[in-house]
């Protein structure tokens, strides 16, 4: 199948399983951030709306019972999703750190560690 690289701010990626990547610290930074901005977006949407029938002269209607279910959906979503990023940035490091601790003492824990010992073959 065809990949097609896209290059952004943060780099190479091949869409959105590799921008807000979990098995990285990065990954669950740009989630945040991105959830930051919709719950902004999301939030503000009845000022946005007003703005926009202001600019394109049509009839303003957003009642206080939609704005109330936006905030709400808000709240939920990336409130949600924001939450969730910071929670797994906690498990990802005790992971990491635990991952870390394991291979103390194993056989390939040593300092003079050669491509032999590894894959059998000698070094190159």
Known sequence: M????????????????????????AGHI???IFCVLGFIFVWNIDSIMQWEHSIFGLEYK?????QR???FWAVLICGGGGFFSIVN?????YRRRSAIKSAI?????????TSKDLYGDEDK
């Open 105 to 113: 003492g194993q056989w390939y824990d040593k300092e003079k560690l």
């Open 62 to 66: 957003f009642t206080a019972g939609q």
């Open 30 to 32: 740009r989630g945040i």
């Open 69 to 71: 279910v936006s905030r």
């Open 89 to 93: 940035i906690g498990v990802l490091f």
């Open 2 to 25: 065809w990949r097609i690289k896209v290059r952004n701010l943060w780099g190479m990626h091949n869409g959105p399983g590799e921008l807000f990547d979990s098995g990285s610290y």
